[in-house]
């Protein structure tokens, strides 16, 4: 599920790709498992935190292992310790921008960034084409 999930926003999704990697192996599904696997990685070195927006099903919902996925959310390049940073980043399924799930991420990732890695100064930079991307701009204040 989450290894084809790119390929279903794929023409969209590579055009927000670190240099443009909208080529089509990209987007394979061993590829995608090559960028799980890396996440995995940073994720037990305590450098990132990624989460999988799901949307819910009509048999249990996503607690069930049921649901579509819909977008991720991640921070990345955590620096513990006195300079307490992480970047943030997420990606909503094209079908379902401009419904607030991305606003709604964003808060939660904020929100557990303040209670679990703790107060920070935050920064919002977002790219000139996310016209939707805007919205972050008012978590960095």
């Known amino acids: ?53 799901v949307e819910e099903d009509n048999d249990g919902g996503a607690e069930h292992g049921g649901g579509r996925i819909v977008g991720t959310i991640t921070l990345t390049g955590i620096v513990h310790g006195p300079f307490l940073s ?12 401009g419904r607030g799930i991305g606003s709604a991420a964003v808060r939660f990732a904020v929100g557990y960034a303040q209670q679990e890695l703790g107060p920070q100064p ?15 701009r008012q978590f960095a204040c």
């Open 1 to 53: 599920m989450l290894r084809s999930w790119p390929r279903r926003t794929c023409a969209t999704a590579g055009t927000w790709r670190p240099g443009n990697q909208s080529g089509t192996a990209f987007f394979t599904p061993s590829r995608q498992m090559d960028i799980i696997r890396a996440i995995r990685a940073q994720y037990q070195l305590g450098t990132e935190l990624p989460w999988v927006l």
């Open 86 to 97: 992480a970047n943030l980043g997420h990606w909503v399924d094209r079908e379902l921008n």
């Open 122 to 136: 935050r920064e919002a930079g977002v790219r000139g084409l996310n016209r939707y991307g805007v919205v972050a």
